[in-house]
């Protein structure tokens, strides 16, 4: 199992960004796809994840009406279009996959890309 995020980087606050995890060795259909971040000082969160088997998504209620989450079934890529940013968005976000349906529990994802800095400036 290979996760692979791009995209973060620096932006203002009320400013957008989307960050795409390009899958690769398993069934990414059969998979659940999540979004977890790492704010330092904070537990980690899962703010995003999409069940690729039907498309249903769950969101944290921290990001919910800011983020969405998108999954391109065809080239194994997820895509979490992050908006209105606030510095308190600022972390490092990892892309991971869990076999099994949505669950809003980042310890319950056991494969993790190497993840990737989101700074939001004020």
């Known amino acids: 199992v290979q996760l692979v995020e791009s995209g973060g980087g620096l932006v203002q606050a009320g400013g957008s960004l989307r960050l795409s995890c390009a899958a690769s060795?398993?069934?990414?259909?059969?998979?659940?796809i999540g979004w977890i971040r790492h704010i330092p000082g904070q537990e980690h969160e899962l703010v995003s994840c999409?069940?690729?088997?039907?498309?249903?998504?769950k969101h944290s209620d921290s990001v919910k009406g800011r983020f969405a989450i998108v999954s391109n079934n065809a080239n194994n890529t997820v895509f979490l279009e992050m908006k209105d940013l606030t510095p308190e968005d600022t972390g490092v976000y990892y892309c991971?996959?869990?076999?099994?349906?949505?669950?809003?529990?980042?310890?319950?994802?056991?494969?993790w890309g190497q993840g990737i800095q989101v700074t939001v400036s004020s």
């Open positions: 060795g398993f069934s990414f259909g059969d998979y659940t």
């Open positions: 999409i069940d690729n088997r039907d498309g249903s998504t």
């Open positions: 991971a996959a869990r076999e099994d349906g949505l669950n809003p529990f980042w310890t319950e994802y056991g494969y």
